[in-house]
Nanobody, 123 residues
């Protein structure tokens, strides 16, 4: 069993930066692939980025291309998603999720999900 908890959301002005943290705890938490997803109001959940056990990562989609990074701190059991030069279109609920298999852009490949953290980009 694994628990994942997101933190760091809130209201951010356009052009600002975002730093979201995903804390994964439980048995062998460090072995899981951790993905970040965004769900805008009325839209489907879409993959943002994912990071593997060894730190290898993949970014998904065109949104925030060149503006985002993902990193993993094994000592703290956290995965950090950072997005800069925020745009109103980055607004949504951001979820982190854990996969035992590999990184994937498909939400159904992830077993454990957090409750999400709301990010609103607005002036």
């Amino acid at each position: 069993q694994l628990q994942v908890v997101e933190s760091g959301g809130g209201l951010v002005q356009p052009g600002g930066s975002l730093r979201l943290s995903c804390a994964a705890s439980g048995s062998n938490a460090e072995r899981y692939y951790i993905g970040w997803f965004r769900q805008a109001p009325g839209k489907e959940r879409e993959a943002v980025s994912c990071i593997g056990r060894g730190g290898g990562f993949v970014h998904y989609g065109d949104r925030a291309q060149g503006r985002k990074s993902i990193s993993r701190d094994k000592s703290k059991g956290t995965v950090i998603l950072e997005i800069n030069s925020l745009e109103p279109e980055d607004t949504g609920t951001y979820y982190c999720a854990a996969s035992s298999g590999s990184c994937s852009g498909r939400p159904d490949q992830y077993i454990y999900w957090g409750q999400g953290t709301q990010v609103t980009v607005s002036s």
